[in-house]
């Protein structure tokens, strides 16, 4: 699986679009890219993925670059309650269990 | 209600003891996963299973052992072989192991070895 980069920390105002980026310069053609956020002292829980297309569900929006080198998590309108770890993961196979980094701890502020 | 449950949420224990971590779903999925986090850090992974019956090690396997002898539960004990026990424990499943579904988590478990 290829290795994901992400800041470690990000703030956001409440109500604004909260964009959390994700570097995956080595993913493969196969790979899927996934997104779970961890709310504090909870399980994780999952975003979205994607493979190269643009996806968009309920919670948020995954855009993925053409060349598919990095990605962008967008939270149209962020609210306190979206206070959460997020975690940016690439896998090629469905047989692999997740690998999870540190990804990015957002606060959202009123 | 179909989920994961972990209980207990809280669970202390004294050195040199061994606990096991309950759990349990009802979605009837085939793979389950454990992961330990500990402060600040991501998650790890114990071991996991793709199918009843059968379970591999993960990344951290070591001092720990579990079973799966039915599909909706997998167990872990966290033996006294575990130098550093005290963690959050997660617990998840996903609906086959090949599949590129999402896996569902578990509220989890932080056990405190005293």
């Keep these: 699986d290829a290795k994901t980069t992400q800041p470690p920390s990000m703030d956001c105002a409440e109500g604004r679009a909260a964009n959390l980026p994700c570097n995956h310069s080595t993913i493969s053609g196969n790979e899927y890219v996934y997104w779970y956020r961890q709310i504090h002292s909870q399980g994780p829980q999952y975003i979205i993925h994607g493979l190269k297309n643009n996806e968009t569900n309920e919670m948020a929006s995954l855009i993925i670059t053409e060349d598919r080198k990095s990605s962008t998590l967008i939270l149209p309108h962020a609210t306190l309650r979206d206070t959460a770890v997020y975690y940016c993961i690439a896998r090629n196979s469905g047989n692999t269990p997740l690998v999870f980094g540190k990804g990015t701890r957002l606060s959202v502020i009123a | ?114």
Excluded at chain 2, 52 to 81: M, W
Excluded at chain 2, 93 to 103: D, F
């Design chain 2, 1 to 114: 209600d179909g989920g994961i449950t972990q209980s207990p949420k809280y669970l202390f224990r004294k050195e040199g003891q061994n606990v096991t971590l309950s759990c349990e779903q009802n979605l009837n999925h085939d793979a389950m996963y454990w992961y330990r986090q500990d402060p600040g850090q991501g998650l790890r992974l114990i071991y996991y299973s793709q199918i009843v019956n059968d379970f591999q090690k993960g990344d951290i396997a070591e001092g720990y052992s579990v079973s799966r002898e039915k599909k909706e539960s997998f167990p872990l004990t966290v033996t006294s072989a575990q130098k550093n026990p005290t963690a959050f424990y997660l617990c998840a499943s996903k609906a086959s192991a090949s599949s590129y579904n999402e896996q569902f988590f578990g509220p989890g478990t932080r056990l405190t070895v005293l």
